[in-house]
């Protein structure tokens, strides 16, 4: 089902993307891609690795959290 729901971005839309945005992967995940590729295009995009994680534990794990917090105070 998620192959064929997904439109994906080019290179050029990601560029135009303006807002501050945070691209947190896992070290261990094998579906997202390079967070911080991503980050490289985009103007206002920082990226972080979450260590031995992967594509469905990355969100549950302090270092997410602790970027999260971090990300919203530098708004």
Request: aromatic fraction near 4%.
């Amino acid at each position: 089902c998620i192959e064929t729901s997904r439109v994906l971005v080019t290179r050029e839309q990601a560029a135009k993307i303006d807002a501050p945005t945070l691209i947190a992967v896992g070290t261990k995940d094998d579906i997202a891609g390079s967070g911080q590729e991503l980050a490289a295009v985009m103007p206002h995009a920082r990226a972080i690795d979450i260590p031995g994680r992967d594509h469905m534990l990355a969100v549950g794990d302090r270092v997410f959290k602790a970027a999260v917090l971090e990300f919203y105070r530098g708004l």
